[in-house]
C-alpha cells in the first residue's frame, strides 16, 4: 500500500511537478488546492458542467427576485403617497383575492399542453407590460407620483401593490416547479443551495438598487428598473433552453414518454379535507402562519411611523400640491418625504436580507444541532413574544425597525426551515395536497387577518401599537403553547414511525415522469424549505422571496410563494 506521502505526491499533476519557476508552481497548486475545496462543498454529484447550468438556470431566479425586492421595496412608498398609509391594510386584504385569481389562471395554463419554459414568456411579458406601464403612469402629472395629494380612491396605488403581490406568488411558484422537473435527485442535493444563493444576492441588491439611486433617479424610474428585470429574467432563460434544453424537450423526441398521461390534479378542497381530519397539520398551519398576524402589525407600525417621521422632517407646505387647504387639513407627502421613504424602506430590506443570510449560513444548522428540534420550535414564537414586548415599551421607529429586521431574518432562517422538518412524519397526501392549501392560501389568510387589526386601529400610531400589541401577544403566547404541543408530537412520531395521513396516500396525484419527478416530489417534501414562492410578502410569506435555508440533513432547500 502507498504511503500518505505517496498519495499526495500522484494528486499533482505532471504539469506541476514540471513547473520550472515558483510563480508556476503556485498557480497549480493553487488550482489544485481550489478543486479540493469545490469537492467538499459541492461533492462528486455537481461536477463543474453541472455548476455552470446551475449558475445558468440561477440567474433566472436572480433576475426574478431582484426584481420583485426592487418593486417590493417601492410598493408602500407609492401606496401611501397615493392613496395614503392608513389603505395599506385594505390593500393587503383586497390582494389575497387578486393573488387568488391570478394564481387559478396560472392553474389554467399549468393544465394545457404549453411547454413549461414558454409560461416564463407568457407571464414574464405580462408583467413587463404591467410594470412598463405603472411606471408611465407614476411620472404622469396628475395620475403620478407629482400630484402629491392622497386619496384612497387613486387606483394606481392599488394596481401597483397587487401587481407586485401576485408577480411574487406565481412566477417563483413557476421557477421552483420548473427546477424540481429538470434536476435529478442526486443534481438538486447539490445545486439547489447555489440557486438559492443566487436569489438570495438579488434579494439584497434590488433593495440597495432602490436605497441608493431612488433620490437621483425617481421613484418611477427605480419602477422602470424593476421592470425590465422581467425581460432579463426570460433572456436567462432563453439562454438556458437554447443551452440545456428542459425534461418536456426531451420527452417530446421519446415516443415512450410521450404515450403517458397525466392524472386529474387533487383541487384545494382534498388540502382542506386533510387540514380538518388532523391534528397534527393543523398545528402545522399555526406554526407555518400565524405568526404572520403579528409580522402584519409590526410591519404596518413601522410604515406609520416612517410615514409619520419622514412627514415631519420634510413637511407639506402652502404651495405644494400635497397641501390639503380643506378644514380637514389632511395634507399628503411632499417629494422629499415619498424619497426618503422609499430609501427606507430600501435600507430596511437590504438590511433584513444580509442579516437573513448571514443567519442562514453560519446559525440555522448550529442551532437546531445543539438545541434539537423540540426547543427550537419554541425560539421563534419566543422570540416574537420578547419583541412585541419590547416595541409596546418603546415605540419608535428604529426600535420597531429593529424588531421587524429580526421577526423577518428569524422567520426565514429559524421558523421556515423548523416548520419544514414537521412534515417528515407525513404521508405525500399531506405534504402536497395540505401543504400547497397552507402554503398559497392559509398564510395568506393569516395576513389578511392581521390587516383587519391594522386596519382596526389606523387611526393613529398609539392606538395602533397599545391595542396591536395586545392581539401580537396574544397569538405568540398561543405559538408558544403550539410549539411544545408540536415538539412533543413530533418527537412521538419519528419515534414510533407512525405517517400522518398514511390512508391517503393512494390519492397522491402520479406526475409524468415516474422515476425523477416521483423521486423528486418526495425530495422537495423532505427539504428543510419546500415552499414554492416568495415566502411572505412584506409579512413575508408564502412564497415570496426566494429565501435561503440551511440544508438539515443534506437536502435541498426548495424557496416558497406570496
Known sequence: ?????????????????????????????????????????????????????????????????????????????????????????????????????????????????????????????????????????????????????????????????????????????????????????????ASYGVMVATAQVGSILGPTVVNLYAVKMGVANCYLVGAFCMLALQGSMYTYISLYGSSETKENNDPSAAAKKKK???????????????????????????????????????????????????????????????????HGMSEDATAGFTTFMGLFGQATNTLSFLLSLLGTSAVIRYLGLRLTLLLFPSLCLAVIIFVRLKPTLYVVFAAMMMLKACSYSLNNPTKEMLYQPTSSAVRYKAKSWIDIFGARGSKAL?????????????????????????????????????????????????????????????????NNNQEMGKLQGDADNTSCAIEDDDEIGPEEEGQSSEEGDDKPAVVAMV
Open 1 to 189: 500500500d502507498p504511503e500518505e506521502g505517496d498519495d499526495e505526491f500522484f494528486d499533482i499533476s505532471l504539469e506541476e511537478h514540471r513547473a520550472s519557476s515558483p510563480l508556476q508552481r503556485m498557480w497549480y497548486t493553487t488550482v489544485r488546492w481550489s478543486q479540493k475545496l469545490y469537492v467538499r462543498l459541492y461533492g462528486e454529484d455537481l461536477p463543474p458542467s453541472e455548476m455552470l447550468r446551475t449558475l445558468c438556470l440561477g440567474m433566472t431566479l436572480f433576475f426574478m427576485i431582484g426584481g420583485y425586492w426592487l418593486l417590493r421595496s417601492l410598493k408602500d412608498p407609492i401606496l401611501t403617497a397615493l392613496c395614503g398609509v392608513t389603505v395599506i391594510p385594505k390593500a393587503k386584504m383586497l390582494s389575497v383575492f387578486v393573488v387568488l385569481g391570478v394564481v387559478s389562471i396560472y392553474n389554467k395554463f399549468l393544465d394545457s399542453d404549453i411547454a413549461r419554459h414558454k409560461l416564463f414568456y407568457v407571464f414574464g411579458m405580462f408583467y413587463f407590460f404591467l410594470f412598463c406601464l405603472i411606471s408611465l403612469l407614476l411620472m404622469h402629472p396628475t395620475i403620478g407620483l407629482a400630484n402629491q395629494q392622497e386619496d384612497p380612491w387613486r387606483v394606481l396605488g392599488w394596481i401597483s401593490y397587487c401587481s407586485i403581490e401576485s408577480f411574487g406568488s406565481v412566477m417563483v411558484s413557476l421557477f421552483w416547479s420548473f427546477a424540481n422537473s429538470n434536476f435529478s435527485l442526486k443534481t438538486a442535493k
Open 264 to 330: 386529474p390534479k387533487a383541487g384545494v378542497l382534498e388540502g382542506l379535507k386533510l387540514f380538518y381530519k388532523y391534528n397534527y397539520v393543523k398545528g402545522i398551519f399555526a406554526i407555518s402562519c400565524l405568526f404572520m398576524v403579528e409580522v402584519t402589525i409590526v410591519d404596518y407600525t413601522m410604515k406609520v411611523l416612517a410615514r409619520d417621521y419622514f412627514a415631519s422632517i420634510h413637511p407639506c407646505e402652502m404651495g405644494m400640491s400635497c397641501y390639503d387647504n380643506s378644514p380637514e387639513a389632511n
Open 450 to 514: 392581521g390587516s383587519v387589526v391594522t386596519n382596526a386601529f389606523s387611526d393613529s400610531a398609539s392606538s395602533l401599537i397599545s391595542n396591536g400589541s395586545l392581539v401580537g401577544m396574544a397569538v405568540a403566547s398561543f405559538l408558544i403553547w403550539n410549539a411544545r404541543f408540536m415538539g412533543k408530537l413530533f418527537d412521538e412520531y419519528t419515534a414510533s414511525g407512525h405517517v400522518v395521513g398514511e390512508e391517503d396516500e393512494g390519492d397522491l396525484v402520479v406526475l409524468e415522469d415516474d
